[in-house]
C-alpha cells in the first residue's frame, strides 16, 4: 500500500505500478513503450525511442519489486542508466535518531553523507541524506556518485524517497525536478 502518492501536478515523472502484472500497463514492457513515446516527443531528431524504451525495460525487469511502494521515471531527458526516484515503506521500528540514519545510510558514508532536516507540509518532519561515494567505472575509472534519500514517519511507516545518479552534471540538472515531485507528495490511500 502506497502511503504517499508523487507525479500528480505535471512534474516530469511516470509513475509505474508496483506490482506485475497490471490493468493500466498490462507488463514492464509496455509501461518502457509509453515513457519512450513521451520522451519521444521532446527528442524526436536525436533519440531511438526503440532502443531506449528495450533497455528502460531490463531496468525495469530489474528492479527489487519486493522493496518498493513506489516507482518515478524521469521524462526530461533520455538518460542511459534510465532516472528513477524510488519509495520503500518499512514498519516503523525503535526511535526516529536511530533508525532513520540507517535508512539513510550514514552507517555506510561512503565520502560523507550531509544530514539536513526538513519539513514537508503533508509528511511532517524529516531528514535529508545526501551521500556521496566512490565507483569503480571500467578498468582503471571511478566515478563519484551521489544518493540523496529523504525519510519521514508516516501511519506507524519510515517512508523513504531516494534519487541516486552517477555523473555530477546530470544529478545537479535532475535534482530540482525530483525536490519538486516530493514538494508536491500527498498521503495515498485510507491515509489521505
Not at 511532517?124 to 556521496?132: D, I, L, M, P, V
Amino acid at each position: 500500500m502506497a502511503l504517499i502518492r508523487m507525479g500528480e501536478r505535471g512534474e516530469p515523472f511516470v509513475s509505474s505500478p508496483v506490482t506485475w502484472p497490471n490493468a493500466e500497463h498490462g507488463t514492464p514492457d509496455i509501461l518502457a513503450a509509453r515513457v519512450a513515446n513521451i520522451i519521444e516527443r521532446d527528442h524526436p531528431e536525436k533519440f531511438n525511442a526503440d532502443r531506449w524504451g528495450f533497455r528502460l525495460m531490463h531496468h525495469i525487469a530489474q528492479m527489487p519489486w519486493d522493496e518498493l511502494a513506489g516507482l518515478y521515471v524521469w521524462l526530461r531527458e533520455p538518460l542511459e542508466p534510465p532516472v528513477f526516484v524510488t519509495v520503500e515503506e518499512y514498519e516503523a521500528v525503535g526511535d526516529t535518531a536511530q533508525t532513520w540514519p540507517i535508512l539513510g545510510h550514514v552507517d555506510d558514508p561512503g565520502l560523507g553523507v550531509e544530514e539536513s532536516p526538513l519539513t514537508h507540509p503533508v509528511l511532517g518532519e524529516g531528514t535529508r541524506y545526501a551521500r556521496r561515494v566512490k565507483r569503480r567505472r571500467g578498468l582503471f575509472g571511478s566515478t563519484e556518485r551521489l544518493e540523496v534519500r529523504w525519510v519521514w514517519r508516516v501511519a506507524g511507516h519510515d517512508v523513504v524517497v531516494t534519487f541516486a545518479r552517477d555523473d555530477a552534471a546530470e544529478a545537479a540538472r535532475i535534482l530540482p525536478d525530483v525536490e519538486e515531485l516530493l514538494a508536491n507528495a500527498t498521503l495515498g490511500g485510507s491515509h489521505a
